[in-house]
């Protein structure tokens, strides 16, 4: 999913295996691996020891089609901010979160995603509540922030545990202080979001992601 997320985001990019290695944080192996799969579906290329995406229509299709939400567990929580005062919680715990080093796979990490995410980076289906990826750190720091109670009823912040830290590599700013998933990680996370998920995942798509594969004249 890192390899993919990488080459779907920089569509233009050849990359050398070793630059993909380091900025997934995945294994040259595991690379070298990914490769091969996806050279034998012609959706890359491999010229001069440099990998490059040629089909990203097709494997995105390919990966929505088969997706599974990584996440291992759920927790609801209920708050009572909202607005523009819950808007400005979330900036202080991100801000404490990029003072902690966030921007490196330790942690802690919290992301807006699914919903929360498209709000911010094509806004389409109106669906109440926050929705966010965190590690153990980063929900510690979103409960002490949001005034987080749990609920298991009725609740307005709903919290997945990822099952890997790639679902944070790819974070976006789409507003000042506020931190979401990139737009395929986004993407994804809305397809097995229901009927509405579904609709706001070709928004983005067509608004977003399309135009990043669209070579210039």
């Not at 299709?61 to 400005?88: F, K, M, N, S």
């Amino acid at each position: 999913g890192r390899i993919l997320t990488a080459l779907l985001s920089h569509p233009g990019r050849a990359w050398k295996l070793a630059e993909l290695s380091k900025a997934t944080g995945v294994s040259l192996g595991q690379v070298s691996n990914v490769q091969k799969l996806l050279l034998d579906r012609e959706w890359v290329s491999a010229r001069r020891g440099a990998l490059r995406l040629v089909h990203p229509d097709a494997l995105l299709d390919a990966w929505r089609a088969a997706y599974v939400q990584p996440r291992t567990a759920r927790a609801r929580y209920y708050t009572i901010l909202h607005g523009t005062e819950l808007e400005q919680a979330l900036r202080e715990a991100f801000a404490v979160m990029q003072s902690s080093n966030a921007l490196t796979e330790a942690g802690p990490w919290a992301v807006l995603n699914s919903f929360s995410a498209a709000r911010w980076l094509a806004p389409f289906a109106r669906v109440a509540g926050e929705f966010l990826y965190a590690d153990a750190e980063g929900e510690k720091l979103l409960t002490h922030h949001l005034k987080l109670e749990a609920a298991p009823r009725g609740e307005n912040v709903t919290i997945d545990r990822p099952r890997d830290n790639g679902v944070f590599l790819e974070n976006l700013e789409p507003k000042p202080g506020l931190r979401c998933t990139g737009l395929v990680q986004t993407f994804l996370d809305l397809t097995v979001a229901g009927e509405r998920g579904a609709e706001a995942a070709d928004h983005l798509r067509q608004q977003k992601i399309t135009p990043l594969w669209i070579e210039p004249a």
